[in-house]
């Protein structure tokens, strides 16, 4: 397959989220004095906006290659969940997989910033497992979902909406019906994910998740880590980003690893989410683990490239495999 060809066949997939999807929010704003009620700066309001966070920004990077994502998650009955329905519409984005929880909160995660500077987040949600009757619920929808699904993609934030259960239920469900699976992991439930065809962890997220400490300079003790990872959960793969250093890949035999390209670094934010975006569709496509792994790596480059999270623009990443790949 051609990268032109592999280009155009990203539009026939359907992609299947499951995670915890979130609402960012951003205040933007103007100091010119202090507070009389406390030493604190007074934000006079400029603009506010609000976008799709957490796992909505793997469904943002997934619709930008061309490829239909469908999110399954579960957020709360409030006014930000009512507000991240109306963005997912807005988008020509599918609801269908999202339910609305009375004993949960949406996840907000709200950024006032004054200038080109930060001044404070604040951030509303729980980290709570949904409850057994959700969380049956939102089995059933996955599975109702996922029949014409090309790949999974499970995006977990450690916010609650992946359970233990949820993972093994799903990953079994996938391998009987011979749809791919691939996890972009956090902490509690980083040894949950048994058989999943390709596991993406960061390097910070791998030694923790194995509590080992190598040097990722040393080769060898990177593919025995790896090596190590694959063997503990029985992965079908591994694929694992290492920032500056680029990424490594072992699946379907081959280990290779490929450094970053040299670029002009504006905001790392987001990145991870664009790596498995990609390499959730070329992994659908059943593309080599070299292309899935370069051209995922070029994804994640590209995005750092510009302030703040924004999806992959298709056009300059096809351009950037045929020139590079």
């Known amino acids: 397959m051609t990268i032109p060809e592999i280009f155009d066949n990203f539009n026939n997939l359907k992609v299947l989220i499951i995670g915890d999807v979130m609402l960012d929010s951003y205040t933007w704003g103007k100091v010119e004095r202090i507070s009389p009620e406390a030493p604190v700066p007074v934000v006079n309001v400029r603009n506010r906006e609000i976008r799709l966070g957490g796992a909505g ?34 988008q020509n984005l599918s609801i269908e997989g999202i339910i609305q929880s009375e004993t949960r909160i949406t996840t907000v995660k709200e950024r006032i910033i004054a200038g080109s500077q930060q001044i404070v987040r604040i951030d509303t949600e729980t980290d709570k497992l949904i409850n057994a009757v959700e969380n049956q619920a939102l089995i059933d929808k996955i599975k109702e979902l996922a029949q014409t699904a090309n790949v999974i993609i499970f995006e977990d934030y450690d916010k609650g909406v992946l359970s233990k259960e949820l993972i093994h239920d799903i990953i079994c469900f996938a391998n009987d019906n011979n749809i791919p699976t691939i996890v972009d992991p956090k902490k509690r439930n980083f040894l949950y994910y048994q058989n999943a065809t390709l ?21 060898e003790e990177l593919s025995d880590a790896v090596a190590m990872l694959k063997s503990t959960l029985d992965l079908g793969g591994v694929f694992v980003t290492l920032s500056e250093r ?45 292309l899935i792994a370069g051209i995922s790596n070029l994804g994640g480059g590209l995005v750092c490239e510009s302030v703040g999270v924004v999806p992959i623009d298709k056009e300059l990443l096809k351009h950037e495999a045929l020139v590079n790949l």
């Open 57 to 90: 920004n793997v469904v943002m990077n997934v619709q930008a290659l061309g490829a239909e994502p469908i999110i399954c998650s579960v957020i709360g009955t409030d006014s930000y969940g009512d507000s991240l329905l109306n963005l997912l519409k807005e």
């Open 246 to 290: 680029g990424v490594y890949i072992d699946f379907k035999g081959e280990q290779q690893a490929i450094p970053a390209h040299i670029r002009t670094i504006a905001d790392v934010s987001g990145a991870g989410d664009t790596v498995i975006s990609i390499a959730a569709c070329c992994l659908a496509l059943g593309l080599s683990p070299a």
């Open 199 to 219: 596991f993406k962890p960061n390097l910070k997220e791998l030694k923790e998740g194995l509590s080992i400490s190598f040097d990722v300079k040393n080769p």
